[in-house]
């Protein structure tokens, strides 16, 4: 997965056919009209990523380590781990993050530079901006990442499959989106969403194409009216699917875009119904294709969370960085949930589950479209890196956390909250469900102290560590003092 090539770019937008060309066109004038933020046109220091190729060895001469980041840090996809291991990497080599006030940069609101602390306009240290790593929940805005973050930054994100991040979205945001108060279960809910979610409604991006909102893009126009895309895009037929004996979630293999949106008789308002999903439209398609293709020209690498290890070993061979620099512990995880990212897939599941799977695929269908994307190319880089490898390297990976949880973390695992007595590791709870966290074993080393501390740390400690260290409290001199000093 690579940024588009002037070539790509040409074919991109080449006229294949004049209806569908038409349809593109206006289809992106009319969301650069409404949503020219993100989409304007590169800044003229912007550098078109090249085409992805196989990174060298961390042994080669000319692997020097990346340390100028920027991860989008998407919402219930495994991102609150991958945050641990930035926060612990920065940490540990000095490098200053882009932090917000709080603990967002004023999501749901797009991203604006203003939103940093300590940041100046125009306020770079010999040319070069002051911020190693952007990593903290926003909605994506690229012109105004650009602000403060250099255009070779490396750009990454994560994804995971909406059936899986709708279970855990509904029970997180429970309380926050009006369309999930108002449903008495999930399974309710996408038997039919329409009668508790309204566009614009407060909280209900959480409910439906939380990725798509996160990522920044815009949203086809027929979505933007309350009365428009009456009923949800049916269940998409879904792709050919293959895994790694390791790995238990979904490979996607299908190539045509297209098929991911074929229409199937389901029930939808209390009516059973075959009708052809408004995603199926060409100009609806060709709006999902060119936001896609915009975020491949965006994005580095985009992780999928139902294969978070191999990921991690695709990151840090990208950033020429060590195993020991990605691995870490599950953060933010919710009892009763998946312990870990791996997910059930349609394999081994009833034939409610399923049919619930397929519902929350469907009513999520731009996040159906955007996983579908970076699961495929995620595959594809991992050809290119080497199948065999890999399974060394995540299986290595894997002993590396295991040594870790039983030299660091009392029981080895995670657990309740209640069991957590420094507040310094007991993460925030929200939502129905209790989000576990970790306990250190007593009679660590120094070193294995420090270490194991930043290991177990939740992100919003973490980020207040981080926020202190680089932002130290001011010592006002007091009042007989200063006179004394005065001239």
């Known amino acids: 997965m690579g940024p588009l090539t002037s070539i790509r770019t040409m074919r991109l937008w080449g006229p294949r056919s004049l209806g569908v060309a038409l349809g593109v066109f206006m289809t992106i004038g009319f969301a650069l009209q409404l949503w020219g933020g993100p989409f304007q046109r590169r800044l003229p220091g912007l550098q078109l990523r090249k085409p992805w190729a196989r990174s060298p060895q961390p042994a080669a001469a000319s692997c020097l380590p990346r340390q100028r980041l920027v991860f989008l840090k998407t919402h219930k996809s495994g991102s609150s781990s991958v945050l641990n291991l930035l926060h612990r990497y920065g940490d540990r080599h000095g490098l200053h993050f882009a932090l917000p006030d709080r603990y967002q940069f004023g999501y749901p609101r797009l991203f604006q530079a203003s939103r940093v602390k300590g940041y100046h306009p125009q306020g770079k240290v010999g040319g070069q901006t002051p911020f190693h790593i952007l990593c903290h929940h926003m909605r994506f805005n690229l012109k105004e990442v650009l602000q403060v973050m250099p255009s070779d930054s490396f750009f990454f994100s994560i994804v995971r499959d909406p059936a899986a991040l709708a279970r855990s979205a509904f029970s997180y945001y429970k309380s926050t989106s009006s369309a999930f108060r108002k449903a008495p279960s999930l399974a309710a809910f996408l038997a039919n969403p329409r009668a508790f979610?309204?566009?614009?409604?407060?909280?209900?991006?959480?409910?439906?194409?939380?990725?798509?909102?996160?990522?920044?893009?815009?949203?086809?126009?027929?979505?933007?009216?309350?009365?428009?895309?009456?009923?949800?895009?049916?269940?998409?037929?879904?792709?050919?699917?293959?895994?790694?004996?390791?790995?238990?979630?979904?490979?996607?293999?299908?190539?045509?875009?297209?098929?991911?949106?074929?229409?199937?008789?389901?029930?939808?308002?209390?009516?059973?119904?075959?009708?052809?999903?408004?995603?199926?439209?060409?100009?609806?398609?060709?709006?999902?294709?060119?936001?896609?293709?915009?975020?491949?020209?965006?994005?580095?690498?985009?992780?999928?969370?139902?294969?978070?290890?191999?990921?991690?070993?695709?990151?840090?061979?990208?950033?020429?960085?060590?195993?020991?620099?990605?691995?870490?512990?599950?953060?933010?995880?919710?009892?009763?949930?998946?312990?870990?990212?791996?997910?059930?897939?349609?394999?081994?599941?009833?034939?409610?589950?399923?049919?619930?799977?397929?519902?929350?695929?469907?009513?999520?269908?731009?996040?159906?479209?955007?996983?579908?994307?970076?699961?495929?190319s995620l595959w594809a880089r991992i050809e290119q890196y080497g199948q065999s490898r890999l399974e060394g390297a995540v299986a290595e990976l894997r002993a590396r956390r295991e040594a870790l949880a039983k030299r660091c973390l009392e029981g080895g695992e995670a657990l309740d909250p209640k069991y957590i007595s420094d507040r310094r590791f007991r993460p925030f709870q929200f939502g129905s469900a209790k989000v576990l966290g970790y306990r250190l074993r007593s009679g660590l080393s120094p070193g294995d102290q420090e270490e194991c501390e930043r290991l177990a740390t939740p992100e919003l400690q973490y980020k207040d560590k981080l926020a202190a260290k680089q932002f130290p409290p001011t010592v006002s001199v007091p009042l007989k003092t200063a006179r004394l000093l005065a001239p």
């Open 197 to 376: 979610y309204r566009p614009g409604a407060r909280g209900d991006h959480y409910a439906r194409n939380l990725l798509w909102f996160d990522f920044g893009l815009p949203f086809p126009p027929e979505m933007r009216t309350k009365r428009g895309n009456l009923l949800p895009p049916k269940e998409p037929l879904t792709p050919q699917l293959h895994s790694l004996p390791s790995a238990t979630g979904p490979r996607a293999q299908n190539k045509d875009l297209s098929a991911v949106f074929q229409p199937i008789s389901t029930v939808a308002e209390g009516h059973g119904r075959t009708a052809s999903p408004a995603s199926s439209d060409s100009g609806s398609l060709s709006f999902i294709q060119w936001g896609l293709a915009w975020l491949d020209s965006v994005f580095d690498l985009v992780m999928v969370a139902e294969y978070f290890d191999e990921s991690l070993v695709l990151l840090a061979d990208a950033l020429c960085w060590g195993l020991d620099d990605v691995v870490g512990f599950v953060h933010n995880a919710q009892a009763g949930g998946e312990q870990g990212h791996g997910a059930a897939g349609n394999g081994g599941q009833t034939a409610e589950e399923r049919q619930l799977t397929a519902r929350a695929r469907a009513w999520n269908h731009l996040d159906w479209a955007l996983y579908v994307h970076f699961n495929r």
